[in-house]
């Protein structure tokens, strides 16, 4: 049980850090290749996988959230 309680705050801080970074770059990405296409070409076409790993990151992120709070609060105690 003690190793749950770091367990799960590091792997919420990591998939964080992941989120941070993948959206960053889907941004930057998509702003650069955005800059070269036609007009009435969608940029989002290419990244749309990333996104959607981001977004599961960012689920998963905000669920662990609720994990850590419960700890943090037991630990208190």
Excluded: Q
């Excluded at 990333?50 to 994990?67: D, E, R």
């Amino acid at each position: 049980m003690i190793m749950s309680k770091k367990v799960i705050p590091i792997i919420g801080n990591i998939t964080f850090a992941l989120t941070i970074i993948l959206g960053a770059y889907i941004l930057i990405s998509t702003y650069l290749v955005r800059s070269s296409l036609p007009a009435g070409v969608c940029p989002i076409d290419n990244n749309r996988m990333l996104i959607y790993i981001t977004i599961g990151l960012g689920i998963i992120t905000f669920v662990l959230s609720f994990f850590d709070k419960k700890e943090a609060e037991t630990m208190e105690k």
